[in-house]
């Protein structure tokens, strides 16, 4: 199952050339992919009291097309679990009309919010927290 959120693009999101500037790609991936967690029942508050939280670890941007005011923009997110500490996640840009405008890759992890250090099995630890696996890839 791959989840889906809808973005609007904002004006104070644009660079000088009058498209969304770099950084503003990561923003929207972070916002679909914390929907994404919300939407399976993995809230802020369910990770907290699991004392885990999602990390980041490597992020790769490939621009399509730009994205200008006005512009909606469809951001998915699709996880690809392995076996080890990390697991994948790709996410597509579209906009409404079907073009597609950007590919986000990443590598992350689960932090233990006390060790500070990567949890073994992370696709085990978020399926026994979550109500909707299915939209984690689970």
Known sequence: MVFQA?????GYELDIQGHVNQAVYL??????????FI??????DVLVGGGIGPVVLETTIRYLKELRAGDEVDVSCRFIWGTGKTFRVEQDFTRIDGTA?????????????TTR?????????????ADEPALLGL
Do not use: F, K, M, N
């Open 6 to 10: 809808r973005i609007a693009v904002r």
């Open 117 to 129: 250090r990567l949890v073994p099995a992370p696709a085990d630890r978020l399926r026994s927290l």
């Open 27 to 36: 923003q929207y991936g972070e916002h679909a992919r914390w929907q994404c």
């Open 101 to 113: 405008v950007a590919v986000v890759t990443g590598t992350a992890g689960l932090l233990d919010r």
């Open 39 to 44: 939407a399976a029942g993995v809230t802020p």
